[in-house]
């Protein structure tokens, strides 16, 4: 089992940065990749950054590319989201995802076994 729990969500103004924090604790071991996915009222769970453990390399959503950073420091077992230049429409709960396996789509949430309780990030003008 692996369990994550996410902090670094709040309230900031259009154009404003936030950073997501999720700690990983349990068997890490068996997870390859980790990521965060967006949820808002109605709508399905969205990919928007994932990072694999071993080489690092990463994968976003093309609505977050060149203003949302993941990185990960796996001596702490930790993955980091930095939001910056956030809009009204990053406004969701965002959760924290690991899971192991291959993966033919890492973006894809059937990728993932565990999953965080979310932490709400809310964007305005």
């Known amino acids: 089992q692996v369990q994550l729990v996410e902090s670094g969500g709040g309230s900031v103004q259009t154009g404003g940065s936030l950073r997501l924090n999720c700690a990983a604790s349990g068997s890490t071991h068996s997870t390859y990749r980790m990521g965060w996915f967006r949820q808002t009222p109605g709508k399905e769970r969205e990919g928007v950054a994932i990072i694999y453990s071993a080489s690092g390399s990463t994968y976003y959503v093309d609505s977050v590319k060149g203003r949302f950073t993941i990185s990960q420091d796996n001596a702490k077992n930790m993955v980091y989201l930095q939001m910056n230049s956030l809009k009204s429409e990053d406004t969701a709960i965002y959760y924290c995802?690991?899971?192991?396996?291959?993966?033919?789509?890492?973006?894809?949430?059937?990728?993932?076994?565990?999953w965080g309780q979310g932490t709400q990030v809310t964007v305005s003008s």
């Open positions: 995802a690991a899971g192991g396996g291959s993966c033919l789509s890492p973006l894809n949430l059937n990728c993932y076994n565990y």
